[in-house]
């Protein structure tokens, strides 16, 4: 199978490709740079970002992101901006020392991949954002994390996505009474039930001179 047809077999069969999701927080929010552990073969967010850099420890991601002349030929043909591309691929641990820049990317890219969260928050730049879902309770830990502040829910239903910055305080309220911190989140690294829920989740990360 060759790269691209891994790509269509993961994302585009199954209509998950969130090409729009990115385009929406583009669109709603300075965002150029982008970091993304535990990718594997998505490659979506080149067709929005015009920088992004890819981290996974998956052998068939190693292998996917080393056909680079299809890879290119699918973002250049597929891409909403007009510079050129440039991305990369590091095959490794997200939670091993990564060689980039520290408060470096607009936006650090969490789904269905772990605690990224702690893990990379060193890269992400204060004011940048982080995208989070609840699979592997990473939003839940976000939010317990006084670096982020939540700014946004990612609403999805009837196709569309759409990001509501009001009345976040439905959010994260847990179902069970059971005491919970960022830390038996982590160790758990299963969501928690929480009595409203969103598709994910953007937290920006605080840092002094930046107005909240
Ligand atoms: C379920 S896939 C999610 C892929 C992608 N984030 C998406 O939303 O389509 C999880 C990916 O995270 C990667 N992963 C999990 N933990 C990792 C770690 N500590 N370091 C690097 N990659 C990791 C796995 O190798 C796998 O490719």
């Not at 740079?33 to 996974?56: I, M, N, R, W």
């Not at 592997?136 to 999805?156: E, N, P």
């Not at 305080?169 to 989140?185: C, V």
Request: aromatic fraction near 16%.
């Amino acid at each position: 199978m060759n790269s691209f047809e891994l790509y269509k077999k993961e994302y585009i069969d199954k209509s998950f490709e969130r090409k729009d999701l990115f385009l929406l927080l583009r669109q709603r929010y300075k965002i150029c740079k982008a970091l993304y552990p535990g990718s594997f073969v998505h490659v979506t967010p080149s067709l929005v970002f015009q920088e992004v850099v890819y981290v996974d420890s998956d052998k068939n991601a190693k292998r996917f992101f080393e056909e680079i002349d299809s890879i290119k030929q699918f973002i250049n043909l597929n891409k909403s901006y007009k510079e050129e591309s440039s991305y990369r691929f590091m095959y490794q641990d997200y939670s091993t020392p990564i060689d980039l820049p520290y408060d470096y990317f607009d936006l650090l890219i969490s789904q269905w991949a772990g605690p990224i969260s702690q893990s990379c928050k060193k890269y992400l730049k204060p004011g940048g954002f982080l995208l989070a879902n609840n699979s592997h309770a990473d939003a839940g830990i976000a939010f317990l994390d006084h670096d982020y502040l939540l700014v946004s829910a990612i609403k999805y239903s009837n196709g569309k996505f759409k990001i509501m910055e009001n009345k976040l305080d439905i959010y994260f309220i847990p179902k069970s009474s059971k005491i919970i911190s960022k830390e038996s989140l982590i160790k758990s690294g299963k969501g928690i039930a929480y009595k409203n829920t969103a598709h994910s989740y953007l937290f920006m990360k605080k840092g002094e001179n930046i107005l909240i």
